[in-house]
């Protein structure tokens, strides 16, 4: 099993930043591909980004690309979202989510095996 806690949520002013944090514990073989998606209060759930604990490969959705980073420290085996220029729109459940398989497979299919709680994040005007 795997276990991930996430940290960092909040509430911004659209413009602000933030940075969640994951940590991966309990067997972190099944953490290759690890990363973000949200869920906004009547929308679907949806890709942020994720990436690969053995290239680093990264995958990121158009509407953040420019504005969201995700890396990741494998030593810690944490993934980590800092999230700049936010929006409102970006306001939603973030959950971590992790895979065995890669990550090409996985933001493919938006398939993942583990996931967080979430945090919260809310953009206000």
């Known amino acids: 099993q795997l276990q991930l806690v996430e940290s960092g949520g909040g509430s911004v002013q659209a413009g602000g930043s933030l940075r969640l944090s994951c940590a991966a514990s309990g067997n972190t073989d099944s953490a290759n591909c690890m990363g973000w998606f949200r869920q906004a209060p009547g929308k679907d759930r949806e890709g942020v980004a994720v990436?690969?604990?053995?290239?680093?490969?990264?995958y990121i959705a158009d509407s953040v690309k420019d504005r969201f980073t995700i890396s990741r420290d494998n030593a810690k085996n944490t993934v980590y979202l800092q999230m700049n220029n936010l929006k409102l729109e970006d306001s939603a459940m973030y959950y971590c989510?992790?895979?065995?398989?890669?990550?090409?497979?996985?933001?493919?299919?938006?398939?993942?095996?583990?996931w967080g709680k979430g945090p919260l994040v809310t953009i206000s005007s």
């Open positions: 990436i690969s604990a053995s290239r680093g490969a990264t």
């Open positions: 989510a992790a895979r065995r398989a890669t990550c090409f497979e996985s933001w493919r299919t938006r398939v993942m095996d583990y």
